[in-house]
């Protein structure tokens, strides 16, 4: 099959979360398997072309918009094998943030850009020559694809026999903005209707996405299950619920070879589920790089995570400092986001030196760092269509303490007191307290009952989420989405 992604982001060129690691993994894994996909992303200031050997590939070349033809160029790279071509627009991506600025306001012209990168992706395969058998798109930066193919390509010789699959890594955010965008982004006004793109007046992309594509997925059966209720849904149940099997769940996976603590080249030291040694030696060095006092025996709880509310971490600022107050532990903190958490994070270590260290930014290394030399993983999400870093975490021996919601419940698996089985500790509440008592549980485990400690981490080390399976799983799902498309 041929496979078209475009997508906001893709590891290693740009990358603000999980979308971009799952963009930067599939394709290889579908390439190892015959498939030829191709990824299409913008060329944000940030990606540094040296580096990643990006060369001049095509254009100028003429999108469509509106009534409109507005122009770029396009780079090109392999991503181990994969080809990634870069949108360059000076107007629209010439710019250091993805998605907003220095100061976290979103760049006003989002449903511009993003609409561009999506027109821009389908142009390319017609001036490339590439017949894509499947659109993949990504959240709602790229949902409108479906869209265009139905509305604009459908005769097209390259496109009018391509399928689309519209994966949602986050309900969250839909992409609404006001109704006089429609113009620009070519969806005709008879298009503007409940049961495509309005939605309380406004538009609404991920839900046009829905609405048209063949097939639509989320990154974990929970969260699929999750999103089809009121509650989890953010509004998009109904339209989840009419696409009856057409909308499923399936599993990110694991990159093993970027997070994997017997070939990380990124931590102190190498060790495996035989020889635990070197995780010791990621511990003191992640203590000594973060300021904690150098003790062996006292328990680190690692985070790594944008710092917004999805993630829980306002629950945990409020109970953070009752938890150091009463317990032998320390914490190693990393994340960026919203400034209120930064400040509380950014300025706990000065409140409670030695006990809690923290960065504030974005740091891969120290991200490797923290799942290697942490003994715990801090993930209390109010909401988690996966979570890679649980993942992450348990195959670093790393046990994960997560709220059970969306993938996190689908991939931890909880702590039995009597049996020492089980691979994390699990809670269910969204408050304060769940979070207290159960890093309470996971700290008296730790200190108790060392041998239930030594089981889990070598079952959480034995875990598999590897993407061999999640990437076979995606291939019946372009399949199916073919199928919808013939008989649809
Ligand atoms: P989400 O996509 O919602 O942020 P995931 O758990 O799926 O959550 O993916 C998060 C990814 O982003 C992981 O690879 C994690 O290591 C990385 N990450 C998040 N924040 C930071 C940070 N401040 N520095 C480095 N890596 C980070
Ligand atoms: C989103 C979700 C996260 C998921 C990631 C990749 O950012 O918040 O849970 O793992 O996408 O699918």
């Known amino acids: 099959m041929n496979i078209l992604f475009i997508a906001a982001e893709c590891a290693p060129y740009a990358k603000t979360g999980g979308l971009a690691d799952v963009v930067g993994a599939l394709p290889r894994y579908l390439r190892a398997m015959g498939h030829q996909a191709i990824v299409v992303m913008p060329r944000y200031a940030s990606i540094n072309g040296d580096r990643y050997g990006l060369r001049w590939f095509h254009g100028p070349m003429g999108v469509w918009m509106g009534d409109t033809q507005e122009w770029c160029a396009v780079h090109a790279a392999a991503n181990d094998g994969v080809p990634v071509y870069f949108i360059e627009s000076q107007k629209y991506f010439d710019r250091w943030g993805l998605y907003h600025d220095a100061d976290f306001n979103d760049y006003q012209d989002n449903p511009r850009r993003f609409g561009f990168l999506t027109r821009a992706g389908l142009q390319l395969c017609k001036d490339i020559g590439f017949r894509p058998d499947v659109v993949h798109a990504h959240d709602w930066h790229t949902?409108?694809?479906?869209?265009?193919?139905?509305?604009?390509?459908?005769?097209?010789?390259?496109?009018?026999?391509?399928?689309?699959?519209?994966?949602?890594?986050?309900?969250?955010?839909?992409?609404?903005?006001?109704?006089?965008?429609?113009?620009?982004?070519?969806?005709?006004?008879?298009?503007?209707?409940?049961?495509?793109?309005?939605?309380?007046?406004?538009?609404?992309?991920?839900?046009?996405?829905?609405?048209?594509?063949?097939?639509?997925?989320?990154?974990s059966p929970n969260y699929a299950r999750e999103t089809r209720t009121p509650e989890l849904g953010y509004g998009m149940a109904p339209y989840l619920n009419d696409k009856g099997e057409n909308y499923i769940g399936i599993l990110n996976g694991c990159d093993y070879t970027q997070w994997d603590p017997q070939d990380d080249r990124m931590i102190p030291a190498r060790y495996s589920r035989d020889d635990l040694s070197g995780k010791a030696i990621c511990k003191r060095a992640l203590q000594s790089r973060m300021n904690l006092t150098a003790s062996p025996d006292t328990p680190v709880i690692g985070i790594v995570s944008r710092l917004v509310e999805q993630?829980?971490?306002?629950?945990?600022?409020?109970?953070?400092?009752?938890?150091?107050?009463?317990?032998?532990?320390?914490?190693?903190?990393?994340?960026?986001?919203?400034?209120?958490?930064?400040?509380?994070?950014?300025?706990?270590?000065?409140?409670?030196?030695?006990?809690?260290?923290?960065?504030?930014?974005?740091?891969?290394?120290?991200?490797?760092?923290?799942?290697?030399?942490?003994?715990?993983?801090?993930?209390?999400?109010?909401?988690?269509?996966?979570?890679?870093?649980q993942m992450y975490a348990l195959r670093y021996g790393t046990l994960p303490i997560v709220r059970a919601t969306g993938g996190l419940d689908d991939t931890v698996q909880q702590y039995d007191?009597?049996?020492?089985?089980?691979?994390?500790?699990?809670?269910?509440?969204?408050?304060?307290?769940?979070?207290?008592?159960?890093?309470?549980?996971a700290v008296s485990t730790y200190y108790d009952r060392p041998q239930h400690m030594q089981r889990m981490i070598r079952a959480a080390m034995a875990q598999d989420f590897s993407w061999e399976r999640s990437a076979g799983q995606y291939v019946r799902a372009y399949e199916r989405a073919i199928q919808n498309k013939r008989s649809g």
């Not at 006004?189 to 538009?203: L, M, Q, R, S, V």
């Open 311 to 389: 993630k829980g971490l306002h629950l945990l600022a409020q109970c953070i400092e009752g938890i150091v107050a009463n317990m032998r532990v320390q914490f190693a903190i990393l994340g960026s986001g919203e400034k209120a958490l930064e400040h509380f994070f950014g300025e706990l270590p000065a409140r409670h030196p030695g006990r809690v260290g923290s960065y504030i930014g974005y740091s891969d290394e120290l991200a490797h760092w923290i799942e290697a030399g942490a003994d715990f993983f801090l993930m209390p999400s109010l909401f988690e269509p996966c979570g890679l870093n």
């Open 143 to 219: 949902a409108l694809a479906p869209a265009y193919l139905k509305i604009w390509h459908w005769n097209d010789p390259l496109l009018g026999g391509a399928a689309s699959l519209l994966t949602i890594h986050n309900i969250a955010y839909q992409g609404r903005y006001p109704a006089h965008h429609m113009d620009y982004l070519g969806l005709q006004w008879g298009n503007f209707t409940p049961d495509k793109f309005e939605d309380h007046g406004a538009i609404n992309f991920l839900k046009g996405g829905i609405v048209y594509a063949d097939m639509v997925n989320t990154v």
């Open 417 to 441: 007191e009597a049996t020492g089985d089980g691979t994390g500790f699990k809670f269910y509440e969204p408050s304060a307290h769940a979070i207290y008592y159960t890093v309470g549980w």
